[in-house]
């Protein structure tokens, strides 16, 4: 008997593979419908941007991951996948967290803001959106919304921050494309002081 693989060969294995899958992702189903006390719930509720959202979560799940993939919330970006980036920065409870070092299932019951929930309702910009657009302050936009993020919690707990504090209230978030001048004096127009 050959062991060349031919293609005949080959195309029965993925076959039987993807049937060995869907048999065993029955199973997993079913052991979750029945699974102990103590376990992690996968179908859970989140309140984002002040509504609460159903999503299949699995255990291991970064928050990043949930929004980005799941929930479709796509300006939430994953840079460095590790927290040292910034640009996945969403607010907890109105602190500026890095979504992609927590687990989703850690922010049950609490509020996440993504930077899609600072427009009103009427599409008004939040005004630290639009201090970002008046001084072109994003270049290549990837780090834009975790400056944003990070923008907005600082001007919650100083409202007329120095340019040396907006710096050190920003320094947990990387631009590649070194704007951060921009950035400085667009949360100066924002809190309503002059660049």
Not at 10 to 30: E, H, M, P
Not at 144 to 159: E, F, R, S, Y
């Amino acid at each position: 008997m050959s062991t060349r693989l031919s293609r005949r060969r080959f195309i029965k294995s993925v076959i039987a593979s993807g049937v060995a899958a869907s048999a065993t992702s029955g199973w997993y189903s079913a052991a979750q419908a029945n699974r102990p006390a103590g376990t992690t719930e996968r179908l859970i509720s989140l309140n984002i941007n002040g509504r609460t959202r159903r999503v299949d979560v699995l255990p291991q799940e970064t928050l990043a991951s949930t929004l980005r993939y799941k929930l479709g919330m796509t300006g939430t970006k994953i840079g460095c996948n590790r927290g040292e980036c910034g640009a996945c920065t969403v607010l907890i409870d109105d602190v500026t967290h890095y979504s992609c070092s927590m687990l989703t299932h850690s922010v049950r019951g609490r509020s996440v803001t993504t930077v899609e929930g600072l427009q009103a309702a009427d599409g008004t910009l939040h005004p630290i959106q639009q201090a970002f657009i008046d001084e072109l302050a994003p270049q290549c936009g990837y780090c834009t919304p975790g400056q944003i993020m990070a923008a907005v919690a600082l001007l919650k707990d100083n409202p007329k921050p120095t340019r040396d504090e907006v710096r050190v209230g920003l320094s947990g978030n990387l631009c590649r494309c070194g704007a951060y001048d921009h950035y400085l004096s667009a949360v100066l127009r924002a809190s309503g002081q002059s660049t």
